[in-house]
């Protein structure tokens, strides 16, 4: 992505994260922050030198603008900056930057093949576009809860991660850089609109709403799931263990050391399996947990069986798979100190990026964005004096 430009005026957690992801990638990502206050999430808790573990891990390799665009002249710096830049990214309530003068329609005559992602909650239009929207909305209204219950009559339930907001961010990344290559074929940009719902509705369709995609055919209540999931207790923990093919079930019969059950009718087909689950995952548990998690994974390895133990988040830092597959990065950041992250998951053998670059420090790229746009030290100085800019981490050159 080196050469592409991204103005990023997002918060929270859905639009950083796409732009976070374009930065590691290589893309210069200028993210505008509300002077003397920046990000919300700039202000969470865990923090190390004054700076959030989130916003350290979903803003690294970017450069923070303070700017104030409820002003004219705020406005009047973003537009220049826009001018230079390849795509502007936002998740403002649906309204909110054509009010500011900073919608789409206002920013394509500076800039015709501006490419312009807008993130929203539910939309532009419909009973819901107007609200506030945070992530168990999204959860609630896509049907999420009640796929994480098992079934319709369970009580809903909550995933414990905001995962209608991080798969907007993945596929807003995958939209910029689609609509990035359509421009390099047609030369043109585009506004390309998208909303948490839409996206977790997708992401539901690829697996959880069969019984909605025929519409010919009567869509029955989704039954209960098994009393059980696919986690089992052994002597000293937990472990998960998969069998989806007649070979896997046979082998973990075989690695359990209860051969017998391949002979038993309930189980001999996929869908027996599934008709009696409960009786199949009940004898499982039973002879699972008598013996150590170590004990199973090497008989259910060796048997061929996909299997992992349950670890905790300290344990998976240690685990050796992950240690090999070098996943995890450490560096220096010279204000928060010592940071621990992911390197970044897609790995180029023909183009492999640099190591991301720590989160910024609220304004501290003010005057070499300001700078590089054109702007004097004598303009920096007064757009500092007159709140234009915050004056946080601004050293006018001269």
């Known amino acids: 992505m080196s050469g592409v430009r991204i103005v990023d005026l ?24 509300v002077p003397g206050k920046g990000d919300h999430v700039r202000q969470l808790a865990n923090q190390s030198g004054g700076m959030s573990a989130m916003f350290v891990n979903i803003n690294r390799s970017k450069r923070s603008l303070t700017l104030d665009l409820k002003s004219d002249k705020g406005i009047e710096i973003f537009r220049r900056l826009v001018s230079t830049a390849d795509v502007v990214v936002q998740n403002l309530r649906p309204g909110v930057v054509e ?13 015709p093949e501006l490419i312009y992602l807008s993130i929203s909650g539910f939309g532009e239009r419909g009973p819901a576009a107007h609200q506030r929207v945070y992530d168990s909305l999204v959860q609630a209204l896509s049907g999420l809860t009640t796929v994480q219950a098992g079934s319709d009559k369970a009580r809903p339930r909550l995933i414990r991660t905001v995962l209608p907001d991080k798969l907007t961010a993945i596929v807003g990344a995958q939209a910029i850089t689609a609509a990035l290559y359509s421009r390099k074929e047609t030369g043109q940009g585009q506004h390309i609109r998208l909303s948490m719902l839409d996206a977790i509705l997708s992401f539901l369709w ?32 937990y472990i998960t263990v998969a069998t989806n093919s007649n070979t896997e079930w046979v082998s973990m019969c075989q690695a359990l050391e209860h051969p017998e059950w391949t002979q038993d009718e309930r189980f001999s ?64 950041h010279p204000v928060a100190g010592g940071i621990r992250q992911t390197r970044v998951p897609a790995r180029f053998l023909g183009t492999p990026p640099a190591p991301p670059r720590g989160a910024p420090t609220l304004g501290e790229h003010n005057a070499e964005i300001l700078t590089e746009i054109g702007f004097g030290g004598d303009d920096i100085a007064a757009f500092v004096a007159n709140g234009i800019i915050g004056d946080e981490h601004a050293p006018v050159p001269a």
């Open 206 to 237: 690829a697996s959880d709403m069969g019984a909605y995609t025929f519409s010919d055919k009567t869509v029955p209540l989704a039954e209960d799931g098994s009393f059980i999931d696919l986690i089992f207790e052994t002597a000293d923990g």
């Open 10 to 33: 997002c918060s929270m957690m859905s639009g950083p994260w796409a732009t976070d992801i374009l930065g590691d990638q290589g893309a210069d990502v200028i993210k505008v922050e």
């Open 269 to 332: 087909t996929p869908a027996g399996r599934t008709e009696n689950i409960d009786a199949r995952m009940a004898m499982v548990q039973d002879v699972l947990r008598h013996r150590t998690s170590a004990e199973w994974i090497a008989a259910l390895d060796a048997h061929d069986v996909p299997a992992a133990p349950i670890l905790k988040r300290s344990e998976v830092i240690e685990h050796p798979q992950v240690i090999a597959s070098e996943t995890i990065t450490e560096y220096r």
């Open 99 to 111: 009010r500011l003068g900073i919608g789409y329609d206002d920013l394509i005559s500076d800039n």
